[in-house]
């Protein structure tokens, strides 16, 4: 089972693909994410967030201005802006 995360920007598609792990700095605090996560609406604070992709693969991306989204393991990610981090 795997989560189907979407990463967007107001300028354009950052990251998706299918992920174990996707952490999200709120402004309630960082939340994680894994496969059967209950709903969640969060408003995203300015900070990073980190996946890591099924096959281990670890992407961070800074993120800022929006909101994170998850229901039925689907994560989406809707950033004013955000950019993958080298």
Do not use: C, Y
Not at 26 to 52: C, D, N, S, Y
Not at 58 to 86: C, P
């Amino acid at each position: 089972m795997a989560l189907q995360v979407t990463l967007v920007s107001a300028e354009a598609e950052v990251w998706t693909g299918e992920a174990s792990l996707v952490i999200a700095k709120t402004v309630e605090g960082e939340i994680g994410f894994m496969p059967g996560h209950e709903p969640v609406l969060g408003i995203l604070a300015e900070g990073q967030v980190r996946i890591t992709g099924t096959d281990g693969e670890k992407i961070v991306a800074d993120a800022q201005n929006g909101f994170v989204s998850v229901e039925n393991d689907r994560v989406t990610i809707v950033a004013g802006q955000a950019a993958l981090v080298a």
